[in-house]
Structure formats: C-alpha cells, structure tokens
C-alpha cells in the first residue's frame, strides 16, 4: 500500500513533534492553519496517536509512531545512515 497524501500529511505533523521532552505539545488553530493539516491532526487524534483534536500532546502510541517516523525521514534524506533499534521506544541512527 503506497503513502496516500492524507498519510504524508500525518507524517509531516508528526516530525514537528518535539521528541526530546513531553512537556511540549503542538496547538493546530482552526482559523488559521491549513485545512490539511487540521484534517491530519483530527485523524491523528481519532487513531490515538495525540491527545486532543487539535493537537496536544503525543500520546505513548503517537510517541512510537514520531520515532519511527523521524527515522525513516532520516533514512531517506541522508541515505547512507542504517538505523539500530536500542529499545522499543528509541531508534539510533549512525552513518
């Protein structure tokens, strides 16, 4: 199953997810924000990957699917890296 656009969009709000601390969130405005990523955000939100409609924080499922997320970006940005799983939570990447 190829990455639909809807997909892409949840992906591009997870990696703006802050994954060095819980203690910050993100806050999608409905009045201002693209009708994109408020749609994202909701679905991201129904999946029980963030705590609140319009954003909030990641829950342990969100946190999982950020890390994974960032590292496959990472993956195909830079190509030579290889990543190595170090627990359930965290993914190292080394070149």
Do not use: C, W
């Not at 749609?39 to 939100?45: F, N």
């Not at 924080?57 to 994974?68: D, K, Q």
């Amino acid at each position: 199953m190829p990455y639909t656009p809807e997909l892409l969009d949840e992906l591009n709000l997870l990696i703006r997810f802050d994954l060095v601390t819980n203690q910050q969130g993100l806050k999608v405005h409905t009045h201002t924000a693209d009708a994109k990523v408020i749609s994202a955000t909701r679905r991201l939100y129904d999946k029980g990957l963030v705590t609140l409609p319009d954003g909030g924080y990641l829950t342990s499922l969100g946190r999982n699917a950020t890390v994974h997320a960032h590292a496959a970006l990472t993956l195909l940005t830079e190509g030579s890296a290889r990543v190595a799983a170090t627990s359930k939570d965290e993914v190292t990447l080394s070149a």
